[in-house]
């Protein structure tokens, strides 16, 4: 298979971005159920796959019994129901994302409908039952816990037992490296780009893998390019290469942030996929904002655009206001609504112009 389980969620969450973007914008009042959007997309993706298995070499016995469990445990069969009791006009657009959705899967894997359906069981997304179950408009994202209402317990700092802060305590610290990729334009340009390092000498190259869904170990194996061994020599952080050990360029690295430690300024970060630079007519594109102020306050923002023969949809998220604190290596935030989030921060305390990764996503500074 072409597509790694990281890249292939990448996608799904694109086509879910996409389905929800297009239902937002075919559904009248009252709001559309966004969970119940992107779980019948997932679905109705698996369905067409399913049916293009069939008509093929068929789901052996072992894949058609995960199938089944997934199926029962998730209650597809809930949300294939409430699906049919929406509109046509939403269900047309669920249709149409979805097709979109098994289209750039094909593009990008070498893997027959029924590999590919059952990949799409197995991904984060496919949880139905456990995240964003139908019928609730909470969303909820890696790193976050949500609660409706302000309530006794959502005045409580976030667990040091969290998810998160259990990944920082096998972190010894990170640093930054350097590679030439293309700018645009075609245009050759340095990329300053984080490293992390473990205590147990392993070192990340690429930081999307700290929230890989399969956990570090699964992403060690999917992608071992990413991830090398270090040493310190001489007061200098080293890296395994092919050539021998090669030091870090920047000789500073950070075990956490400093005290008090504020970001100020909004980062954006922005992902997408579609075929128009091969000659198609769709593609899709997310982003989300972060605006920080020093005095501790917030405000997230996000929106998702989409565009395919012609059809252009968007949708915009409704800002989020609170407050945050960065606690070493953990950005903490509690919204004005009771909300938390929670995620591991890194970025250069000594330029003010530098971007962040937020669990392993790059934001980039907006001037």
């Known amino acids: 298979m072409i597509l790694d389980g990281s890249r292939l969620s990448g996608l799904i969450a694109a086509g879910l971005i996409l389905g929800s973007s297009t239902a937002a914008c075919a559904q009248q009042p009252p709001t559309v159920d966004k969970s119940l959007v992107r779980a019948a997309l997932l679905v109705r993706a698996f369905d067409q796959l399913a049916a293009q298995c069939k008509s093929g070499r068929g789901f052996n016995d072992r894949e058609a019994a995960s199938i089944a469990t997934w199926e029962s445990e998730q209650g597809v069969s809930v949300i294939r129901t409430q699906m049919r009791g929406r509109s046509a006009d939403m ?56 609660s409706a209402a302000p309530s006794k317990s959502s005045s409580t700092p976030l667990s040091a037992n969290s998810k998160v802060a259990n990944l920082i305590t096998t972190i010894d610290s990170f640093g930054f490296n350097t590679r030439m990729t293309m700018g645009v334009g075609g245009f050759l340009i340095q990329d300053v780009y984080p490293v992390v390092l473990f205590r147990n000498g392993e070192a990340l190259k690429d930081v999307k ?158 001037k």
């Open 209 to 366: 893998g700290l929230t890989y869904s399969g956990g570090l170990s699964a992403h060690r194996s999917s992608n071992p390019d990413d991830w090398t061994r270090w040493r310190r020599n001489g007061g200098r952080v080293e890296l395994q290469t092919s050539e021998g050990w090669k030091p870090l360029p920047f000789s500073q690295t950070y075990q956490s942030l400093p005290n008090q430690f504020r970001l100020e300024g909004t980062y954006r970060s922005l992902s997408g996929t579609g075929n128009v630079a091969i000659g198609g007519s769709s593609s899709v594109a997310a982003w989300r904002t972060y605006t920080f102020s020093s005095d501790g306050r917030v405000v997230r923002d996000g929106g998702a655009g989409a565009s395919s023969d012609g059809t252009v949809t968007s949708s915009t998220a409704p800002n989020q206001r609170g407050r945050y604190q960065v606690d070493g290596l953990i950005l903490r935030i509690r919204y004005d609504d009771g909300t938390t989030e929670e995620r591991m921060l890194i970025t250069n305390p000594k330029d003010p112009k530098s971007s962040i990764w937020l669990d392993g996503n790059g934001y980039s500074k907006r």
């Open 91 to 146: 269900q047309k657009h669920v249709e149409k994302a979805a097709t979109m959705l098994i289209n750039e899967l094909n593009q990008r894997s070498n893997d027959d409908p029924c590999a590919l359906a059952l990949a799409l069981t197995t991904t984060s997304s496919a949880k139905l039952a456990t995240a964003n179950p139908p019928g609730s408009t909470n969303e909820t994202k890696p790193g976050e816990t949500t």
